[in-house]
């Protein structure tokens, strides 16, 4: 069965500075992956996901994502965070039939 | 443009009530999930509908019941609540395993 591991639980990082917040899942024949953000008191809406093709994937709001098949990892950059984006961040994948997997989540924390 | 509508939003029990979640879509996904999410656990799948008429148990599914009423369509039932199950419940919905989740606002539950 599918899993996700996200191995920070928190990230600070100051305002403008990059950020990468990482994510590892077992592999797996076909592999989809996917990162959502949840903004304080919402639910979680899609940020980026990868299907097939180009391992660089682009999403909202600045963020990008590099699928590493070699190293199962679903990493999920940004070049300059905002404080608006403050908030935590889920990595998932399918989990065999219809299942979609979270993992643990990585709360982003912007230092002035 | 309603999407995932939950509710009821904020719901307050004693233990040993029955209460039940109401999700409903207006997307004509196919697939549906009910979610619990706790602080430092991420979300975790309670149950889920891959069509109307049929459910599978997730990662926690017990002390609940679910039901899939029709396409639009997804309850969540606790048939005798405990304070274990104090949580943020998040119904969502898919097109299918390899598409975007469409997550509700959230349900806090307080059992007491």
């Known amino acids: 069965a599918q899993s996700v591991t996200q191995l920070d639980s928190q990230v600070p990082v100051f305002e403008e500075a990059p950020v990468e917040l990482r994510c590892n899942y077992s592999s797996s024949v076909s592999v989809y992956l996917f990162w959502y953000v949840q903004y304080p008191n919402q639910g979680l809406q899609l940020l980026l996901k990868?299907?097939?093709?180009?391992?660089l994937v682009k999403g909202i709001n600045g963020f990008e994502a590099e699928f590493n098949k070699s190293q199962t990892s679903f990493h999920l950059r940004k070049p300059s965070v905002h404080i608006s984006d403050t908030a935590e961040y889920f990595c998932a994948v399918p989990g065999g039939d219809d299942k979609i997997i979270f993992g643990k989540g990585t709360r982003l924390h912007i230092l002035p | 443009n309603a999407g995932v509508t939950q509710t009821p939003k904020f719901q307050v029990l004693k233990t040993g009530q029955s209460m039940t979640l109401q999700c409903a879509q207006d997307?004509?996904?196919?697939?549906m999930y009910w979610y619990r999410q706790d602080p430092g656990m991420g979300l975790r799948l309670i149950y889920y509908s891959a069509s109307e008429g049929t459910t599978d148990k997730g990662e926690v599914p017990n002390g609940y019941n679910v039901s899939r009423l029709n396409k639009r369509e997804f309850s969540l039932r606790l048939e005798s609540a405990a304070p274990s199950q104090t949580s943020v419940y998040f119904c969502?919905?898919?097109?299918?395993?390899?598409?975007?989740?469409?997550f509700g606002e959230g349900s806090r539950l307080t059992v007491l």
């Open positions: 969502a919905s898919s097109v299918s395993r390899r598409g975007e989740l469409f």
């Open positions: 997307m004509n996904h196919n697939s």
């Open positions: 990868y299907l097939s093709g180009s391992t």
